[in-house]
């Protein structure tokens, strides 16, 4: 188990913003060594600047699509030999897609899938044999409390969330089973203040200004604060981390409530109103039973804010 990032080869992806970002600089500050990568050369470029600053010991960056399978494999066999091995990977890359079902484009959906499972699995099959070769190595796989339950709108999200932290509790198994010596930790975050949703894709009839004002107004935690929390649970070697008060809210509230809690869900995001283009429907109160979590998503339309 990791204790102490001094001098320790960390592997970050969507290191170009938000969490990614964030995670860098915190293990920057540690003194890591950096393979950083992101597909957004210029974000990258802003983190890698501050991230020197901040004391990193090394830095790599790689302008890198997780998507991309054979981009992955030869970056993740690369990172370990130009540094001579790797400790931590956190396969963080991610994007937003606000969109029904019904009206969900083939081209969106698998777009939604590459980067969110697809990239998650690459990355996660390419680097476990230098993690292994560490026999301290740790694995981060980041999902969302978008795995955690379903939400209208984010059936693409949704399913990409759950089958990270399907995949990432199996791989966490064969670890544990084969005496590997590798950790592995699913993240699930509520509401984080990042650009996901500025950044995201719609269908027609969802408006992103209203999207992203929904997640602005509804993300309650810092990329930074989300980076220690992530941080220090792989310190702890822990199996699951939640980000955010929400984030465990949900998770504690959708075991306690059982068959009551998509309901729930229904009733908070008719409050939360619609992010079509469409004229709102008049204003439907209903009335939450109880006391609402305050349920901050990614930042999509449907749900449960709160307010
Ligand atoms: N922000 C939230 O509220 C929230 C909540 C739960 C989970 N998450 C998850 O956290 C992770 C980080 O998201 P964030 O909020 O920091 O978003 P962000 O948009 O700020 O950062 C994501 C980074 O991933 C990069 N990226 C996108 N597609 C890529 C690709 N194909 N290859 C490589 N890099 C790519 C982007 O360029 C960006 O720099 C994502 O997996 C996201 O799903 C975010």
Redesign the pocket.
């Known amino acids: 188990m990791i204790r102490e990032f001094t001098g320790r080869v960390c592997v970050v ?2 290191a ?5 970002r964030a995670l860098a600089h915190e293990l920057a500050a540690h003194g890591a060594r950096l393979a950083l ?4 050369a210029a ?1 990258l470029a802003e983190t890698r600047e501050r991230a020197a600053r901040m004391g990193a010991r090394e830095i790599h960056t790689e302008v ?4 991309d399978r054979a981009a992955v494999s030869a970056w993740a066999d690369a990172t370990a030999e130009r540094f001579g091995g790797v400790d931590l990977v956190v396969n ?5 897609l606000t969109a029904d079902v019904e009206e969900m484009s083939w081209d969106d959906f698998e777009w939604l899938m590459g ?2 499972f697809w ?1 998650v699995a690459y990355g996660t099959k390419a680097f476990l044999p230098h993690l292994r070769r560490s026999r301290e190595g740790h694995l981060v796989n ?1 999902s ?2 978008f795995g955690l339950f379903g939400v209208p709108s984010q059936s693409a999200y949704c399913a990409a969330k759950y089958a990270v932290r399907g995949f990432t509790e199996s791989v966490r198994q064969e670890m544990r089973l084969s005496g590997s010596g590798v950790a592995v930790t699913t993240v699930h ?4 203040k ?3 949703v500025r ?1 995201s894709r719609t269908s027609g009839a969802h408006d992103r200004d209203k999207v992203t004002a929904l ?1 602005d107004s509804a ?1 309650r935690t810092s ?1 930074q604060r989300a980076a220690r929390i992530i941080l220090r649970g792989v310190r702890r070697g822990r199996a699951r981390v939640y980000v955010g008060a929400d984030a465990t809210a949900i998770d504690v509230g959708s075991r306690l409530l059982g068959s009551v809690f998509e309901p729930l869900v229904r009733v908070v995001s008719k409050r939360t109103g619609p992010t079509t283009l469409a004229p709102a429907p008049r204003t439907v109160r209903a009335k939450a039973p109880g006391p609402v979590p305050t349920l901050s998503p ?2 999509y339309s449907n749900p449960v804010t709160g307010g």
Do not use: E, K, R
């Open positions: 992806t969507g170009g913003s938000g969490i990614g990568a992101d597909v957004d974000g890198l699509d997780v998507a963080n890359a991610g994007v937003s980067v969110n990239g980041i969302s409390v975050p509520g509401g984080i990042t650009n996901i950044n997640h993300s990329a990614d930042g």
